[in-house]
């Protein structure tokens, strides 16, 4: 159940991502020629929003999770922020309406309106995201109970689920965007939420009874306040701290670097990669195409990943969380070396072969997997009960962070790719070679805490 109404928001999410770049730098004067006019903007200014919209974006789940704990309970939560999120795509499908003066489709810059009705439609999405996100991971969490070992591959089937509809969106709305108009592809992200929604409130109390319901309330409002604000133990204290390294070292310096797929690799598929297959296709596939990659690679890797840490914990072999992080990390920075090749192509030859995007998306999947769901797992392992929704607001505050720097980072791609700074190699290829020597050297620094960690965990593997 949860699997599938996070699969609509991640398809409203995702769909919206795979447009936004493209659609900042896209030419204000295409419209003249029958085109598909965007704002102008250039790319460093591009991956700067980008950078700030995908801060926000996770950064308000924390303030959404405490209103959870506190207030709403998940389920509410929940619904307010998907009716927020699909009111925000509405606005970006009805930008464009503001772009027309008097009636002559130049740019979206000719209506004065066009760049605030944007703006807002951002405001709400990162608003309504802010509720919605940390409960559905809450409510998976409480499915299981506190030594479940089915817990970790819980997880990653869900976050399957949630890969299925970031699959499609790029397939989706990506192809609707580019080919159709931009307002065809924010458009059917609104129709994705929307649906989620509707799936949600119809099967909800049939299968999730009894899960994300509001806070319990005891006799008096200062007894409940008393019971949320009680005291944490030692232990609790500790296994916070784990979330916290993990989550400010680990977290951030993998979607730091992961989050590149947005920003200045979409721009390098749409621009220095060869999407005609090597002239198999009479006409290039949509760059947006390749951020489906990522999300079909976690669908069919993710079984197996599920049924190997079932059956290492069967033997007894399962890697700590915090090695599974140091895996995740390294799989990362391995998967980028594909990016250096693929980068120094496309400056000797003008434009990169379309496997190195391809290889680079599969692997990094692959590091994603022994990651993220992992995350998940583990803030609902560790967090106090009566703290889940917060805590994993705040697992979502260090997303924000890492989207922040990644779009700042992309912008100095820009710098790189034009000779003004060299790294070991020049042009975009030492950018990519610093993606690949820093997560490494991250997930080495987490090996070596693992001992430490582990006894902070209490028992908690």
């Not at 400010?248 to 297959?277: C, H, K, L, P, Y």
């Not at 399962?318 to 980068?343: D, R």
């Amino acid at each position: 159940m949860l699997f599938i109404a996070e699969m609509w928001e991640r398809f409203s999410y995702y769909g919206m991502r795979a447009l936004l770049v493209l659609y900042l730098v896209a030419s204000t004067e295409s419209a003249k020629s029958g085109g598909n006019p965007g704002f102008g903007w250039s790319e460093e200014s591009a991956y700067l929003l980008y950078g700030i919209y995908t801060w926000g974006v996770y950064l308000t789940p924390i303030f959404g999770g405490l209103l959870a704990d506190r207030l709403l309970g998940t389920h509410r939560s929940m619904l307010i922020g998907g009716s927020i999120i699909a009111a925000g795509h509405i606005c970006l499908a009805t930008t464009e309406a503001f772009g027309i003066s008097a009636g002559q489709a130049v740019s979206l810059q000719t209506g004065p309106g066009a760049l605030i009705c944007f703006l807002t439609g951002l405001v709400l999405i990162v608003v309504g995201t802010g509720f919605f996100k940390p409960c559905a991971s809450v409510m998976v969490g409480q499915l299981y109970g506190e030594n479940d070992p089915r817990r970790d591959g819980g997880f990653t089937v869900f976050y399957m689920g949630i890969n299925v509809g970031a699959f499609a969106a790029p397939l989706v709305a990506g192809t609707l965007g580019e080919k159709l108009g931009w307002h065809w592809g924010f458009g059917a992200a609104a129709v994705g939420m929307i649906l989620g929604l509707i799936f949600y409130q119809t099967f909800r109390g049939r299968y999730l009874e009894g899960i994300g319901g509001p806070p319990e309330r005891t006799a008096t409002p200062a007894a409940h306040q008393v019971r949320q604000r009680e005291r944490l133990t030692a232990v609790e204290v500790q296994r916070i701290a784990v979330i916290l390294v993990l989550a400010f070292v680990g977290n951030i310096a993998f979607w730091a670097a992961f989050e590149q797929a947005g920003s200045s690799m979409n721009i390098f598929a749409a621009q220095s990669t060869d999407r005609t297959i090597w002239g198999l296709l009479a006409e290039p596939f949509p760059a947006t195409w390749y951020q489906a990659v990522n999300p079909a690679a976690v669908i069919f890797f993710a079984p197996l990943f599920a049924w190997m840490w079932m059956a290492l914990s069967r033997r007894n072999r399962e890697p700590s969380t915090p090695v599974k992080f140091a895996l995740g990390l390294w799989l990362l920075g391995l998967a980028f070396i594909a990016m250096v090749f693929g980068a120094v192509e496309a400056r000797d030859d003008g434009i990169a072969g379309p496997q190195w995007l391809l290889i680079t998306y599969v692997v990094y999947t692959w590091g994603e997997l022994c990651l993220s769901p992992v995350g998940l797992s583990m803030v609902t392992k560790l967090s106090p009960i009566r703290l889940q929704s917060l805590m994993m607001g705040v697992w979502f505050f260090t997303f924000s962070l890492a989207n922040l720097a990644g779009g700042l980072i992309a912008r100095y791609s820009v710098r790189l790719e034009q000779g003004e700074w060299t790294f070991v190699i020049g042009g975009l290829g030492g950018f990519y070679l610093l993606l690949v020597l820093v997560p490494c050297a991250v997930g080495t620094l987490i090996l070596l805490m693992t001992p430490r960690l582990k006894r902070l965990m209490h028992g908690i593997h």
